[in-house]
């Protein structure tokens, strides 16, 4: 069975400033997919970024980042000029083949203006 | 495109009582999941759909749950006997492809209150 591990249950950030959330997993497989989910207090989850395990590019959508470790199974996310509005759950997730998604335990980030 | 849609956002029940959710998905999603999330947790898998076919249950699940998806378009799920451990915020979920790299929509969950 697929393992997603998120070690931060709290993290904090100056804005403006950059914020990198830890993820690890544990999987036998060699291809699949790994996301980070942003849930917001109060409102529905929504997808920040997604990574193709067989792809060695670090995907990248405007302020997010991923370092994305395959040997290590390691799939941090980086948050470039952080905002007011990036406060929020962020859950890892994993998912092979057509299964469905197995997430984190999510990390709580704080913005301190 | 107006999302997933979940009823009741809120509901307070009693032990012992059941409970049914609704959730519509996107209109031409095939696949739909039911999550469950407590507070300070990730979402729990519970169980999905492939059209109107249950594909996988959560072993995790305890008979007292069931779902349904008629004809493929919106899914119910009945909690029976609800216990306080069932308190929740159920989560329901819709994605295009066939393939796990296919992103889930997710709505805005129903919260459940067992007193």
């Known amino acids: 069975a697929q393992t997603v591990t998120q070690s931060q249950p709290e993290m904090s950030v100056q804005e403006a400033e950059t914020v990198t959330l830890s993820c690890t997993y544990d999987?036998?497989?060699?291809?699949?997919?790994l996301f980070w989910y942003k849930q917001p207090p109060s409102r529905q989850m929504i997808l920040v970024i997604r990574?193709?395990?067989?792809?060695?590019q670090n995907a990248t959508e405007n302020r997010f980042s991923v370092n994305f470790q395959k040997a290590a199974k390691s799939f941090s996310l980086k948050i470039s000029d952080s905002q007011l509005g990036d406060a929020a759950m962020y859950f890892c997730a994993f998912a092979f083949g057509n299964e469905k998604l197995t997430f984190g335990t999510g990390t709580r980030l704080t913005i301190i203006p | 495109d107006t999302g997933v849609s979940q009823n009741p956002r809120h509901k307070i029940t009693k032990r012992g009582q059941n409970v049914t959710f609704r959730c519509d998905p996107i209109s031409e999603h095939n696949r739909l999941y039911w999550y469950r999330q407590t507070l300070g947790q990730g979402p729990e898998f519970l169980t999905y759909?492939?059209?109107?076919?249950?594909?996988?249950k959560s072993r995790l699940l305890s008979d007292r749950f069931s779902a349904e998806r008629p004809k493929g378009s919106f899914s119910t799920l009945e909690i029976q006997r609800t216990e306080q451990g069932d308190s929740a915020m159920y989560l329901c979920a819709s994605s295009l492809d066939l393939t796990g790299s296919s992103p889930l929509h997710f709505g805005n969950g129903t919260r459940l209150t067992v007193t």
């Open positions: 759909f492939q059209n109107e076919a249950q594909l996988e």
């Open positions: 999987t036998s497989e060699s291809d699949y997919y």
């Open positions: 990574q193709e395990a067989y792809k060695q």
